[in-house]
């Protein structure tokens, strides 16, 4: 039987089954663009591979294909992990189907860690689009 409890954020129930979404949680290093360039390159360091649970809260308002709002767009539901619990927001990402979430905050709640997060988009996304 699986164990649920109420999410704090979205006032709904998380089961052990909803933790269905194998993502990636990465780190984003941004270098110097070469003498010539104008773009920087950017490079993602795997950190840890978990199962989360997805909510989308709200729509992505979009401007020639760029996110063009820092609310919150999407929650990961994780189960409690010392090593994801003292992530800083800024430079870390979750990499989830295909498109790279920039994690804003990471709250720990009883036995769960809740990624609040924003869209940035595809992964084949320049760096200075993100």
Sequence with gaps: ???CKIKRLTQTKLCSGDLDAYIAIEERVLQSPLPGEVQPSEEFTLL???????DEVSGVNRFQGVNIEESTTDLFFLRDDPDLASLDSGNFFVHYDNKYYRILKVSTEKFSIVLQTVERGQDTQEATEA
Aim: aromatic share 10%.
């Design 1 to 3: 039987m699986a164990v």
């Design 48 to 54: 840890k591979n978990v199962w989360a649970g997805t």
